[in-house]
């Protein structure tokens, strides 16, 4: 029986009150934590002390601006909040570490299907990454100490790189780019929840050039943010609404299938410029026993306009160029005639 999830919060910056500029990342972070699960709770009526009697398992995503990570850091956060007795997990995937959770959390619930998962994990890089050695940090975990670094390779930079040669190869212009970024940003206009809520993309943001082929637009920005999810068996769910605990007539999303797959950190050691996306994807159609051609509504994660593009055709076997014409629309049409809808994790 595939687990259920019942219901998704966030908290972001404008959650709170103008304190909250000069309280500290760690108290950012446990703020974030509170908000997100409080209306969580609010939102299943759930009594904090249920939470607290029935939670088996807590899934947490350590906070990277803050330089803490590890076991011990999750379970302090989780005692902080008033949890106690459960089984810890770290997730650490960097940009697909929420997905990474996700997949932890339906395999807890394979093995024991009377786990309740909490999900819950906040980062506050906005507030925190604020000099020029932040991004000296962000720049040393992702390229190579010595062959990378040292001939002055930044991580905006690989990606362009790495973009060029796939425009290149796939007759892809700026343009195009500049196209689907602003489709995009379309959606984020109106949403009131988005960073760029009613930011309007100028003709001189596109034309600035941060790392060819990228303008500022075309690189999501980092945001202080948390969320919090629980999932459990459909079982378990009815059982506690019965009891009075949940409320009745949520609508439960069904996790079906998850698929995960590493790469090379680096760029020098990934050997070509394929990503682990099909890998990934194949593994969740395989356990989800549906085809690519049964998708609705596509929500890829990325943080750059061309890795939409990459991720897209990776994840849904489309040859780059049509995922590119496709996107400029706001959908992937997949075999068989058949449009899905498509959308970012990140707003742009």
Not at 176 to 185: G, M, P, V
Not at 264 to 280: Q, R, S, V
Not at 318 to 332: F, Q, V
Request: proline share 3%; charged share 25%.
């Amino acid at each position: 029986m595939n687990p259920v999830l019942l219901g998704i919060s966030d908290s972001i910056a404008s959650d709170f009150s103008e304190d909250y500029k000069g309280w500290s990342g760690e108290r950012r972070v446990l703020e974030h934590y509170k908000k997100s699960i409080y209306d969580l709770l609010q939102f299943l009526e759930m009594k904090p002390e249920t939470l607290k009697d029935i939670l088996t398992d807590f899934v947490s995503i350590e906070p990277a601006s803050l330089g803490k990570s590890g076991y011990g850091h999750s379970v302090r956060i989780a005692n902080e909040l008033g949890y106690a007795g459960f089984r810890a997990h770290l997730v650490d995937l960097g940009g697909a570490s929420v997905t990474g959770a996700l997949g932890q959390a339906k395999s807890i619930l394979h093995s024991d299907t009377e786990a309740v998962v909490l999900i819950a994990a906040a980062d506050v890089p906005k507030s925190t990454f604020r000099k020029v050695s932040d991004m000296k940090h962000l720049n040393e975990t992702v390229c190579h100490p010595i062959y990378e670094l040292n001939y002055g390779a930044t991580l905006i930079a690989m990606y362009g790189l790495l973009i060029k040669r796939m425009m290149f190869e796939n007759d892809i212009t700026r343009k195009d780019l500049e196209t689907i970024t602003k489709r995009f940003r379309a959606n984020a206009i109106n949403n009131p929840r988005a960073y760029v809520y009613q930011q309007e993309i100028t003709d001189k943001q596109l034309s600035r050039t941060i790392a060819d082929p990228y303008s500022a637009p075309m690189i999501a920005v980092v945001t202080d943010h948390g969320f919090a999810t629980i999932l459990m068996s459909e079982k378990k769910a009815k059982r506690l609404q019965l009891q009075g605990k949940i409320k009745k007539g949520i609508d439960p999303m069904y996790l079906i299938g998850v698929g995960q797959a590493a790469h090379a950190e680096y760029f020098m050691l990934k050997g070509d410029f394929a990503t682990p996306a099909g890998k990934a994807s194949d593994l969740a159609f395989a356990s989800a026993g549906i085809e690519r051609e049964d998708i609705d509504y596509a929500w890829i994660y990325d943080c750059f306009t061309g890795m939409v593009i990459l991720q897209s055709s990776e994840y849904f076997g489309i040859p780059k160029r049509d995922a590119m014409e496709h996107l400029k629309n706001g959908e992937l049409r997949l075999k068989g005639g058949k449009k899905s809808k498509s959308t970012r994790w990140v707003e742009f």
